[in-house]
């Protein structure tokens, strides 16, 4: 069975920083493109950051973009998200995503439709 299981989330104030992680199980996701989303109240879901299969490439929501970090270290099926100088616009539920093993693209997607296994969300919340 196959997991996604995000960690970190908590309750932060404004300027702080917080570093998310996705531990995946269940398959080995090393030559698979990952994704961080998020989705506040009342709003659709939100793409944050992506990274493909070897880590040569990585893309960012224009909200995040010079305040974000995603990397992944493969040998532990990991995927992390730091956010620096957080905003109380970045709270939301922030949810991990995967693509298929194999999926070796060079551009990771930037649409939720492009991944196939997902976690079940970490709350951040940001106050002012």
């Known amino acids: 069975q196959v997991q996604l299981v995000e960690s970190g989330g908590r309750l932060v104030q404004a300027g702080d920083s917080l570093r998310l992680s996705c531990a995946a199980s269940?398959?080995?996701?090393?030559?698979?493109?990952m994704a961080w989303f998020r989705q506040a109240p009342g709003k659709e879901r939100e793409f944050v950051a992506a990274?493909?299969?070897?880590?040569?490439?990585?893309k960012y929501g224009d909200s995040v973009k010079g305040r974000f970090t995603i990397s992944r270290d493969n040998a532990k099926n990991t995927v992390y998200l730091q956010m620096n100088s957080l905003k109380p616009e970045d709270t939301a539920v922030y949810y991990c995503?995967?693509?298929?093993?194999?999926?070796?693209?060079?551009?990771?997607?930037?649409?939720?439709?492009?991944?196939?296994?997902w976690g079940q969300g970490t709350q951040v919340t940001v106050s002012s």
């Open positions: 995503a995967a693509d298929w093993p194999g999926t070796r693209t060079f551009i990771p997607s930037r649409n939720p439709n492009g991944y196939v296994y």
């Open positions: 269940g398959r080995t996701f090393s030559s698979s493109p």
């Open positions: 990274i493909n299969w070897n880590d040569s490439n990585t």
